[in-house]
């Protein structure tokens, strides 16, 4: 049976739901798994093409043609992964299939409803892009991201289909991952477990409840502060997983490894892996981290007040510093004050 894991994001948005996706299937791909990547946006567009780039940040073009999210980019970047248009799924998307199906009379003349119709899309769609394509290897275990915070009422399709999930392909087979908030108070000199577990809370009340928590902060966490988050929030220490704030992004897969992520979730799951091979990520990363020598790169744009507009053009000059032992530095410079 088909094994799943589902991200979904809590307290505030940007918390990196998309980098921990990729990184979990940096590490699994790492140990011989066969993945595959499907990120659910909440938005009511059929795809992100016609959204300003400030409020969606860059749209990731697929090899098939498909405007998608950006962090269908990081999928690409972290795993040997090609994307496609099955890899994205929006609100609009779901609901564009569904009224079709209705108009076209697939209903039998039935009132078509959120549940179950739109939920069973949204699973049809979890479902369809596990399945093996003619020439291709199985694929293993499918990773899905959950657009939007958790409270949202745009998401609450998406999580109410991924609640339902394990009952249709049993629980042992899935994997619920939320990454939340664990904010550092200057003025007290301490963290803060409380938004982490009204998040948590919140996420319960729709009916699922998380294996493992990643907990963005800018230290590690204490053992001691694991077990008081494990407490209130009902997950073994272990799945409290410490998501530390690092120099570059592909140094995340390393801190998740480090704090035994893989090795937890390739027990929970009962995979038949082979130990991680993680050599060349950490030569990637030491390159990043101790570079030779520093060049600066003009970046001249429309979008250039938010990063993410040109997320992939900035990933592609950091790779090409990458392999001349670089550290590129950009500056924006925006085209419309030239």
Same mark, same amino acid.
């Given at each position: ?14 918390? =990196? ?26 938005? !009511? ?62 209903? @039998? ?20 892009? =596990? ?35 394990? /009952? ?51 230290? /590690? ?10 407490? /209130? ?27 035994? @992520? ?69 500056? =924006? !410079? ?5």
């Amino acid at each position: 049976m088909k094994k799943y894991i589902f991200v979904t994001g809590g307290v505030v948005s940007s918390l =990196g739901k998309g980098l921990a996706a990729a990184s979990i299937g940096t590490l699994l791909e790492a140990r011989g798994v066969s993945i595959t990547f499907l990120k659910l946006d909440p938005y !009511i567009n059929v795809d992100p093409g016609t959204m300003n780039p400030y409020q969606h940040g860059e749209v990731f073009v697929t090899h098939d043609g498909a405007e998608t999210d950006l962090d269908l980019g990081h999928y690409e970047r972290f795993t040997s992964i090609q994307m496609s248009k099955e890899n994205n799924y929006t609100s609009g998307k779901i609901y564009h299939n569904v009224i079709s199906k209705e108009r076209r009379g697939d209903y @039998l003349g039935g009132t078509v409803q959120v549940v179950p119709h739109i939920t069973d899309e949204i699973k049809r769609a979890i479902i369809s892009v =596990g399945k093996t394509k003619k020439g291709e290897k199985p694929i293993d275990l499918v990773i899905v991201e959950i657009g939007g915070t958790v409270g949202d009422i745009e998401s609450l399709p998406f999580l109410e289909a991924i609640r339902q999930f394990p /009952f249709d392909i049993g629980k042992e087979n899935v994997i619920y991952i939320h990454v939340t908030l664990i904010p550092f108070i200057k003025a007290v000199d301490e963290l803060k477990t409380k938004p982490t577990q009204h998040s948590v809370n919140k996420l319960r009340e729709i009916g699922i409840q998380p294996d493992f928590l990643l907990c963005r902060t800018d230290r /590690f966490i204490p053992e001691e502060m694991k077990k008081k988050i494990a407490l /209130f929030c009902n997950v073994d220490t272990k799945a409290v997983v410490t998501a530390k704030d690092v120099q570059s992004v592909y140094e995340v897969p390393l801190v998740f490894h480090k704090e035994g @992520l893989d090795d937890t979730i390739v027990k929970r799951l009962k995979l038949k892996t082979k130990p991680p091979k993680l050599s060349a990520w950490e030569e990637i990363v030491s390159r990043i981290c101790t570079p030779e020598r520093e060049v600066v790169i003009a970046l001249i744009g429309k979008y250039v007040g938010l990063k993410d507009s040109y997320k992939s053009l900035y990933e592609s000059l950091t790779h090409g510093g990458i392999g001349n032992g670089v550290r590129v530095r950009i500056e =924006g !410079i925006d085209s419309e004050q030239l």
